[in-house]
């Protein structure tokens, strides 16, 4: 047998990976078109891979041997098999695998290996820099443990009074009261335990110890139910009925102290909610979730209460950010929008605190994992996700993200009396929408600024420290967008007095090493009267679309005939003049609605000429409702389009109607980018637009 004590250290502000086990090993063995058998089974590429990332603390999710009951009741329960027929269509009895939270025993499921396994896993994680965590699972256990017979007093259970047979909402056939919490419905896979019973801590503590045993750290599931105030408030008549009395001291605060006397350097993180995350803290946990915190914040999408929580705050250094979970929805469904959950994500993980990632999060998944099944519903993996996700750890591994000092003290200005060749409102009163931050490690500096919000918006901010490294006589400093690359030349009076001007789009993020979005100019279209041609101006760089026949032209210095100013200087403002082939009296008024209505929030999509869509249609009456989802969901190659303006949803990929409109929260429309423009039209013809 190995045995190891953790010698481990983890930076400050880690980033965690939370990985279902089982569904894990499952996917890696339809990656490699083999079976993994269990831990030892995992290459080691995949490890590396990990390190690679910069993952600090893999948390091994689901490792504990189950029990057959809890199990039967998953794969037979008919509320339960309704939910997988909704996540996964076409699922199987050999899909569905048992909760990880019914835990029969603390020694690992059969499945993954043995405990040995499960070491030797820990000391390759351990090599590469990478902490070890798995669950413990402290409010209750499988309904048939060993426990439930060999100690009933080690469970809640029906007062003495009470006579068989039981409530079967509530109790077991025993008396043993099903697991739950103050305001949900009973857990019936599993037994809860009696947290009063002094020789029941003891056993729990002992549950700890195994954890500290062959992992670093522990994260403990529902942590906040242990504590007395939330214990009584459940369970006060049922223990009184026993003769059992509140315990002078709080579990937790036992239990660490004991497990840390032999594991110094193990680590612990409370899953809690209903604000006992600094009860939980000042008792020896060293993280705790920040759902009810920054989480629940971000998806409400109130800015004043995102910044006032980032501000004021304090230090987060022992919180845990995330998008999404194995107990949530996937971040793209919760958050609405890619846009909006990248945004949320740019967030969560440039502040202080644990960087908590769950296991397909960083390619775009957004069917459910469920953790009683082995595999989510198929999907392609989203390379602008994954895109976005390379970027972003790249940046936050900087250990200026690490030791650096965070000032959330930054107030971003409204933009007045700029140039008059600004491109910009000089009075656009917009900084409103943006949050900004920065971290500062000597010489390393890091601006962080977030369009968090639905709209374009810009601002100005002082930047005190801009030259203080610049050299004697410096007037100038260059300025990094680690999100592009970009490099910029700023003056540094203008960035100390006046301010760095930042533009960004609806839900854009800017990492600026001091970089300044100043030639990002927002989606502007017209149209040319005499060419009845549609023209999309995107920074440098102009789009044409013709009305009959799709053409592309992306006119950058070397090869562009004439200024973007010359080219649209004749342009006027968007209407409804538009000439189709075909013009049905019954769709040509709804689409015309549709480009009213779109006019303000220049939002685009493409939509197919009529007769090629009729044609594929069995000639069926078009509407204009129906002519935009066969382009944005059919498989259309057609060159024949024209664009309009438009408002798409990007969760079900449909457009919203105008009468939607009227009801559907605007903060819940996102604009559409070129990129997906090129990717809606997979014309040969415009392959090449924008990079594709």
């Not at 199987?92 to 499921?109: F, L, W």
């Not at 198929?378 to 790249?394: A, G, H, I, N, S």
Request: glycine share 6%; with cysteine.
């Amino acid at each position: 047998m190995l045995a190891l004590a953790s010698s481990i250290s983890i930076p400050k502000h880690p980033s965690l990976l939370e990985l279902s086990t089982r569904p894990w090993i499952y996917e890696l063995g339809q990656k490699y078109g083999k079976e993994i058998k269990g831990l030892s089974g995992v290459p080691d590429a995949e490890i590396s891979d990990i390190a690679k990332k910069g993952y600090n603390i893999v948390w091994l999710m689901g490792i504990w041997q189950l029990g057959p009951a809890g199990l039967e009741l998953d794969r037979t329960d008919p509320g339960k098999r309704k939910e997988y027929d909704k996540v996964l269509p076409g699922w199987t009895i050999e899909d569905v695998i048992g909760s990880p939270y019914a835990i029969a025993n603390y020694t690992i499921n059969p499945v993954l290996g043995t405990m040995d396994d499960l070491r030797k896993f820990r000391l390759k994680l351990n090599k590469l820099g990478i902490a070890l965590m798995v669950d413990l699972v402290p409010n209750h256990c499988a309904t048939d443990s060993y426990m439930v017979t060999a100690h009933p007093e080690w469970f809640i259970r029906a007062i003495p009074s009470d006579k068989p047979p039981y409530d079967p909402n509530w109790y077991m056939p025993n008396g043993v009261a099903y697991g739950r919490d103050p305001y949900s419905d009973a857990w019936k896979d599993t037994a809860q335990y009696n947290m009063w019973d002094s020789s029941m801590r003891q056993q729990l503590t002992n549950f700890l110890k195994i954890c500290a045993d062959v992992a670093d750290a522990a994260r403990c599931d529902m942590a906040m139910l242990l504590l007395n105030e939330e214990i009584a408030q459940t369970w006060k008549v049922q223990l009184a009925g026993w003769n059992y009395t509140q315990p002078r001291t709080e579990f937790w605060s036992d239990a660490i102290k004991e497990v840390k006397k032999t594991y110094p350097k193990f680590f612990t993180m409370a899953e809690c909610y209903r604000n006992k995350e600094q009860t939980l803290l000042n008792l020896g946990f060293d993280y705790v979730y920040d759902k009810d915190g920054l989480y629940n914040r971000l998806a409400d999408g109130n800015l004043d209460n995102i910044r006032g929580y980032i501000k004021f705050k304090g230090d987060f250094t022992q919180w845990s950010h995330f998008t999404e979970n194995h107990d949530e929805d996937r971040g793209i469904v919760h958050f609405q929008s890619v846009a909006r959950c990248d945004a949320a994500a740019a967030i969560s993980m440039t502040i202080p605190g644990m960087r908590f990632y769950f296991q397909g999060q960083t390619v775009g998944k957004q069917n459910l994992l469920k953790v009683h099944l082995r595999r989510s519903a198929d999907e392609p993996v989203k390379k602008d996700v994954q895109q976005f996700y390379e970027t972003l750890q790249r940046i936050v591994n900087h250990t200026v993200f690490h030791t650096g000092n965070f000032d959330s003290s930054i107030d971003v200005l409204d933009v007045i009396n700029t140039s008059s060749q600004s491109n910009y409102n000089d009075n656009d009163k917009t900084a409103w929408r943006l949050v900004s931050y920065k971290w500062k490690l000597g010489k390393e500096k890091r601006l962080v600024v977030v369009n968090y919000s639905d709209g374009a918006g810009q601002g100005r901010i002082i930047c005190p420290d801009a030259g203080e490294n610049a050299g004697t006589g410096a007037t100038t400093i260059n300025v990094i967008d680690e999100i592009s690359g970009d490099k910029y030349e700023r003056n540094i009076k203008e960035m100390e007095n006046t301010g760095l001007h930042v533009v960004l789009q609806p839900w854009q993020i800017n990492n600026e090493h001091f970089k300044s979005k100043g030639s990002f100019r927002p989606l502007n279209v017209f149209t040319n009267p005499s060419e009845d041609k549609f023209i999309i101006a995107w920074s440098s760089e102009i789009i044409i679309f013709t009305t009959t026949k799709l053409e592309a032209y992306s006119f950058t210095k070397s090869n562009k005939p004439k200024p973007s100013s010359e080219l649209l200087k004749n342009a006027t403002s968007f209407d409804c003049k538009i000439k189709l082939n075909s013009d049905p009296a019954e769709v040509w008024p709804q689409i015309g609605v549709l480009i009213n209505a779109a006019t303000a929030k220049n939002l685009v999509v493409a939509v197919s000429n009529l007769p090629a869509y009729q044609k594929r249609s069995n000639n069926s009456p078009p509407s204009a409702i129906s002519i935009i989802r066969y382009i944005l969901v059919g498989d259309c190659i057609d060159p024949y389009m024209c664009i309009i303006l438009g408002c798409y949803d990007p969760i079900d990929r449909t457009l919203l109607s105008s009468a939607t409109w009227i009801a559907y929260p605007f903060e819940h429309i996102v604009s559409l980018s070129i990129s997906l423009i090129a990717k809606i039209i997979p014309s040969p013809s415009c392959g090449s637009l924008l990079g594709g």
